[in-house]
């Protein structure tokens, strides 16, 4: 009976004192909560990362989706708007542009200005939409050297106001103007009424020097023209 009591004492000291079970509790008290949280830190850096990464997922998917269509404008060498819409709708073929250009065209051509350097650069415009070699650069060529600007510009100015631009065809234009003829000091000497044919083509430019030039790629390529009586 003694021997058996002393053996169960001996077996419940035993289970006390274990020193793994001792070491482990130890080691759960002191080091189990730091693991959990750096377990929990761990599944919380997880789960940001995924959210920043379906947002930003989500940024280039609507990004890649969404359109921003521009408004153009038309400015003319005066600064004054001559076509608009959206840049969708205008194209080289719009109707409503090479209408606008033809008209610019046709007051650079015909204007006189004591402003020397104002008409230097309308006649370099003129030739920058005239077709290389066609019969509209003769034409027209001919014109300044018979009748030239500065020379017209000792005696007086002419102003020019496009009535109309009407296609006769995909290609061809008859055009209206008025031209106002003044003197040095301003007064009205002549108002003749004129109409022209012209020919166009066009050439989009390929580099960003054409399109600082002739940015709708408009060449005209026959040119005529004559006094309404």
């Known amino acids: 009976m003694g021997i058996a009591l002393k053996n169960a004492n001996s077996s419940a000291a035993s289970e006390v004192y274990n020193p793994y079970l001792a070491a482990r509790r130890e080691w759960d008290e002191r080091y189990g909560e730091f693991i959990t949280r750096a377990r929990n830190w761990r599944t919380v850096a ?3 990362a995924l959210v920043a ?5 989500g940024t280039v998917w609507l990004s890649a989706r969404s359109r921003v269509i521009p408004f153009v404008v ?5 600064g004054r708007p001559v076509a608009s819409g959206l840049a969708e709708q205008t194209s080289p073929g719009d109707e409503r ?10 007051e650079n051509l015909r204007m006189v200005t004591t402003d020397g350097i104002a008409q230097r650069r309308a006649i370099d415009r003129v030739y920058a939409q005239i077709a290389s070699g066609s019969s509209a650069q003769t034409f027209i060529s001919e014109y300044y050297r018979n009748d030239p600007p500065f020379k017209r510009a000792q005696t007086g100015t002419v102003s020019v106001d496009v009535k109309s631009v009407l296609p006769t065809s995909d290609r061809t234009f008859e055009v209206d103007w008025i031209e106002t003829s003044r003197d040095l000091y301003g007064n009205v000497k002549s108002t003749d009424h004129w109409k022209g044919t012209f020919t166009i083509a066009l050439n989009p ?6 399109a ?11 040119a005529s023209w004559s006094k309404v009586l």
């Open 46 to 48: 997880m789960l940001c």
């Open 212 to 222: 600082r030039i002739n940015p709708l790629g408009l060449y005209v390529t026959a």
């Open 53 to 57: 990464l379906l947002g930003t997922a």
């Open 97 to 106: 542009l090479r209408r606008a250009v033809i008209q610019d065209w046709i």
């Open 205 to 210: 430019p390929s580099d960003e020097r054409e």
């Open 74 to 78: 038309l400015i003319d060498s005066l």
